[in-house]
């Protein structure tokens, strides 16, 4: 059995009693552990117990650092939806998004309801409601009123939420993703990333061009592996009878296939004319 001097791997060692501790295991000049029958204890053995030691204290500041951070922020939104990472299928397990605001910073999070148990669903009951929440770069933690702290994943796939800030916090990470990954060798190196439908991919690349006459937008489409995905088809103005400039841009974070919003906050109309081979089967009909 080791014969531990007072205060060593104790309850309470700070910052500073860890660093002295390092100390007196690294210099045997200053302070020795003895082995009985057997003299000091190896070097070797010393770092192995102060690594010990350590692990054992970190954990327990490291949660009431995180317990003081709860802070409160509004639930914003909160919506279930059917991931589909699971196929989009009937009988896949939902999923529950939740968006909230803290100042002037909106944080996703999302939960897995696995058995249809709905478990998320108290929680849900709190759109519109102040909450204390904590998070990190993987989890949200969520304070309710009777004290109980519910754990999300942080981030979320789920793109419909209704305010422009949830959006933005959830394809954020979907578009800075895409760019860490290499990119295929078919897609052009001017083409952009945006959000897929939300149906079957995450996100697509763009290539989007104003026609010579200024009528249309023809946006070129590539899915994630390279294949080319055809063209989606826009009028050159926005929902509101505005025309599109020709030196326009699209706002990446707010925009997906079927939507382009422009960074002035416009949204453009989507051409819903027949073609044939990119070619208009009525070539007289008006954009619409």
Partial sequence: MLLFQPGICGRGMGSSNVKSMKQSLLSSRFQRFFVPGRGPAPRSFLLILFAVCAGLSLPLFSFAREARSFAPATMVEAADYIPCDNGCSANAEPASAFCFKQGEEFVVGEGRSYLHENKFSPLEELAGKQVQIRYSNRYVWVKQADGTVVKLEHNSEYQNFRDAGCVREVRKPIIEGAYLRKRPARVPQYA????????????LWFQCDLSADKSVIACQRWFRNGDYYGKD???????????????????PLLSQEGKLVLKSGGVVQRDHRARTDDVLDRPKEACR
């Avoid at 952009?192 to 996100?203: P, Q, T």
Wanted: hydrophobic letters at 45%; charged letters at 25%.
């Fill in 192 to 203: 952009f990333v945006l959000a897929g439908s939300g149906k079957d991919d995450l996100y």
């Fill in 233 to 251: 088809w826009y009028c050159a103005r926005t929902l509101d009878g505005a025309p599109v400039a020709a030196d326009f841009e699209i706002d």
